[in-house]
């Protein structure tokens, strides 16, 4: 398993990105959909990582600055096939170092508040997140859940 910053112009993780966003369409309403399309994710504040096995893309995810000492983290996904493997961990501790190594003070995150998004809320609980009112641009949301954490 390699974790490798990707410029997200390779049809694997075009399709494993496109993926994602149709399993969030069909379980969160449209109005609570937070996921960052290719455009967003390529944007300068952002960093995008994937995770592959070989040449499969196994996991993926992002960090955007939003300030000068805290950033969001974005896009956390793991194939289907490959859940409860250590994907998600082995990336967002990944993450959480990189953050600090940017000096960042604070991370920050949105998922959704479903049954389908309890292993991830168990995952950033794992690693010191705990729940906070929206930041940035978001809004309160019944379908969000918010979470933070200070490095």
């Keep these: 398993m390699r974790i490798v910053v990707d410029d997200l112009s390779g049809p694997r993780i075009a399709a494993f990105l496109a993926d994602h966003v149709r ?14 399309d290719m455009d967003g994710l390529r944007a300068p504040d952002v960093t995008f990582w994937s995770v592959l096995d070989g040449d499969e893309v196994i ?4 960090l955007k600055r939003l300030s000068a000492d805290h950033a969001e983290l974005k ?14 961990s082995a990336l967002l501790a ?3 170092d990189e953050a600090a ?15 389908f998004f ?5 995952l950033y609980t794992k690693f010191g ?5 929206p930041f940035a641009d978001y809004r ?3 379908s969000s859940t918010f979470m933070t954490r200070e490095l």
């Excluded at 997140?129 to 009112?133: Q, S």
């Design 101 to 115: 190594r940017r000096s960042y003070r604070r991370l920050s995150l949105e998922t959704g508040s479903a049954p």
């Design 75 to 88: 896009s956390m996904r793991t194939s289907p096939a490959r859940t409860r493997g250590g994907v998600a």
């Design 23 to 36: 399993q969030m369409r069909e379980i969160t309403p449209p109005e609570s959909k937070h996921a960052l």
């Design 129 to 133: 997140f705990t729940p906070c009112a």
């Design 94 to 96: 990944h993450i959480l």
């Design 59 to 62: 996991g993926c995810g992002a």
């Design 118 to 122: 309890l292993p991830a809320r168990r």
């Design 140 to 142: 309160p949301d019944p």
